[in-house]
Each structure stands twice: as structure tokens, then as C-alpha cells.
């Protein structure tokens, strides 16, 4: 198991590579992975989400107990929606509600695949081999909009707000998920905890159906989907979802901002004019 | 009005500029309006869709006449999901059929916005200011997908295929949208013909209301929904979509492949294993 990780540096720089020991060993790229020779104290750098997907392909129903409790079959294709590139914070980093939004905002502990090379109509040998590594995502949503309009589900806009995707901390290669366990915490109380293990498609399973709908690029991210215990974030509460072996990814729902006003007046030309 | 196109130059570089007369006057970037000095014929050159967008934004339900005729009340805040970046193709590339696909394929003649600056929380001026120009999308579908799995429609999947966006082929600064119209043609018979002023959300408060969920980046485009006339492509056929003023659009969907034994093998694995 390798950890890799993404900083800022000191001079706004970007840097990546593998973590060991408190330091990183800084790599060309997640899809070049040749060493630059560079060693860093990860104390001095800021710590980003782990990588920066052009897509983030995050998939609904695809734990048999969800399944179950949602009285819903299980899906014979991974079930997906696009959760925009721009949603992605890392560890640590802040969740902003939206201006205009006052609803019930969810979170959801996922696993997160991270790809490591173009990967496209791809049997699952080479599904598992395009599998860069694993990471946790906190896949969050605005969820009284999700059905606000009777006649489309707005999963993309939900899901797709600035900050609504949690990534992180780290990437970890050669992580075996069938041992693993999603714990999820609100304000230090548990409130999921379910095994990797009840994935209705596996991770080389999700590549290789995905692959064949859309290319999957180095960099770009599959959110396995949750299972039972989601539920509402209060605005200051802070959510950490732990996958051992992994790490815990924790952030903060902002205290309510006073920018509502601004925002609503904008809104209101828009839809007046 | 300028004419911005995108090309690859005969040492495979991608170039991009201001077109006319025959000639590309280079520019540094989309969001970097700088010129090079550089003067290429076009002729030497192979036209790209003119953008290559982050994320691409695609309405649904945004034409009176279309709401009317679905029997759909207008919405009150442009309704939308997210075609992926990889399905964008130019003028003149080839549609492909998904191999594990044998429906319907729909075409959807559409304008696209395609923003200049980054725009987040806009107000309808500065939403105004951030539009670099106008283009032109054909939004297509994969349409037996969109209901095929009763308890999620899947707008993504169905419109997210690789080749299932073209966009070209030229971006138009200074377009003048309210007196436009779109005008499909399949294999040279006309489809579609609807006016640009019959939109609900008119391109401002589009870019408005949408910064408002999501981060707008350069090159980022907004797909604005279609109207009367969306049909299907039979394999082989050529979609034709013109503005006049911005030019046209045309691409071809393949003569079938016989590609589907391996994917469909493939498939079949990853279901079963």
C-alpha cells in the first residue's frame, strides 16, 4: 500500500506524490508517476484534495442494504449522475451552503475509485489494472432540490454546488476495499457503518460497465455510492468519514453566511428581466 | 461579430484564434484574448470544436413552444444536467455508436453559450460581460436509456457517451442571439426551425442563474435546451444543425461497427463476476 497525496506549496505551487514518514516524495503526475528526485516535509505544505478529476461519475443505488431499505431492485447497470469537477474540496476544507439555498443538506460516506490511466470499453482485468488507487468522498447534496421540480430530478445542480464534494485525504494504491468498512461521523457521532464488502458492483466491475459508457481519464473519480445512515447536516455541524487504511476525511458545514441577500436580489433580476 | 475558431496545426499542436479571410490570427487562449503575431492559413489546418469546456451544462425544457407541447409548465429556474467533457466532438467528426447500444439515437439542435471568465453568483450584467460567444451544440441522446431503469432516469448516461455532443463550428462574439433561429436538417430534410427569442431563460439569465449552483470556468458552454423537432438519427444519417450567423454544425452517426461481440463479452463478465 502506497499513500500518495496533493499540497500546496509555500510559493502556491502544486505538488504531488507519495507520502512515507512525514514526507513526500513528489512524483511528475498521477498518470506519469516518475519520481522528480524532490523530497518535502509535508509539515510545511498545505494539504488539497489528493487529485483534481475532470469527472467525478457518482453512482446511486449500489449497496444491496440501501437497496433493500429503499424497497428498489438492484440496478443491472451502475446507476450515475456527473457531480461537477468544481465541487471538489479537500480534507479540512469547508462546506459552503449555497446563497440561495435554506434546505436540508446531506452528506453520504463513500469510496471513492481514482483512476490511473485512459480506460475505455475495458474488460475487468484491464478495468482492475486502470484502478490507480482508493480515496473517501463525501458526496453531498442539496437535498430538497432533488425533486423541487416535479418533472426533472435535479441530481447534477443537488450534487453539484461548489464544496459539495468532499476528496481525501490521501489516495492509497493497493488498498484491499473488500475488508473494508465506511464509518461515518456527524459532530463525533456515528452514523454509518457498513461494509465495502455489499457493493452491488465492484469496483472493477463499475470501471469496466462505466468504460463502456463514457472514457474514463487519469485523475477522474467513481463515488461507489453510500448506503444506510445519510442524513442532515446542520449548518457548523462537521462530518468525518473514516475507511481505515484509508484515513478520515473531515469537513465542516459552514455557519450560515449573511450573503443571502445580495444573492436573492440577483436572483430576482435574472428571473424578472 | 468575430469568428473564433480551433485547430490542430500539422504538428499536431492545437491552435486558436480569430478567423478571417481565410486566416487564423492566433491568440493565447480563450480567457487570455492576447495575440501571438502568429497568421496561419486555415487551410493548412484541421478544424477541433472551437472550446474544449470544463464541464458542459445542458438545459432541459428552456422553449415555450416545446413546454407547450409537452404539457410541462415552465420552470422557475433553468433545469439542467451535465454532458461530459469527453463527449465533445467538431464539425465534421463522427458520431459512434455506443457498441453495447442498438436504440434510438436523438438529435437536439441547440445554441451554446460559451463563457469568457470565470462567474460565479452573477448578477444579469455581469452575466452579460461573461459571455465570450455563442456556438452552436447538437445535443444528442442515446433515448431508450434516459427510462430504462424505472427508479432513475439517466440523463447522464444517455447524453454522456463519448462523440454525443457536437459543438462547432466557430464561437461568434457579438452574436446577436434574439434574432436567430435553429434549423436541423437530417440528411438534408429540414427537422427543426424555432426561434432563439422563444427561450424561457434567455442566455443572461442563463449564465445568472447557473453561476448561482455552480462555478462558471473559460470555455465552459451552456447547451440551452431545444425546441420542436427533436428526432432520431438513423445510423449513417447526417444532422445538419445552422444558425445562420454562426454557420453550421454537421456530423454523421456511423454505419453500424461490428464491434458489439467483444464489448457485449465484456459485459457480460463484469456483470458476472
Redesign the interface.
Known sequence: MDIWMRFMSGDGGIVFGRVEGGYLHEYASLDQRVPTGEVLSTRALTPLAPCAP??IVAL??NYHALAAKLD??V???P????K????VIGDGATIRR???YAGKIVYEGELGIVIGRRC?????AE?AASIFGYTIVNDITAADLLNE?P???????AK???TFCGLGPAIVSGFDWQAGRVVTTLDGVERQNYPLADMVF?P??QV??IS????L?PGDVIACGTSLGVGSIKDGATVAVTIAGIGTLSNTLAARQDTGD??A???A???A?
Do not use: I, M, V, Y
Open positions: 475532470g469527472k446511486w443505488n428498489k431492485p440496478p443491472a447497470h446507476l450515475f449522475l456527473l461537477s469537477a468544481g465541487s449555497p446563497a440561495s475505455r470499453d475495458a474488460d475487468l478495468a421540480n418533472h426533472f430530478p435535479q441530481w447534477c445542480r453539484g454546488f461548489d465492484s472493477a466491475q469496466s460497465l463502456q459508457d463514457l472514457t481519464e445580495a444573492t436580489a440577483a436572483r433580476a435574472a428571473n428581466a
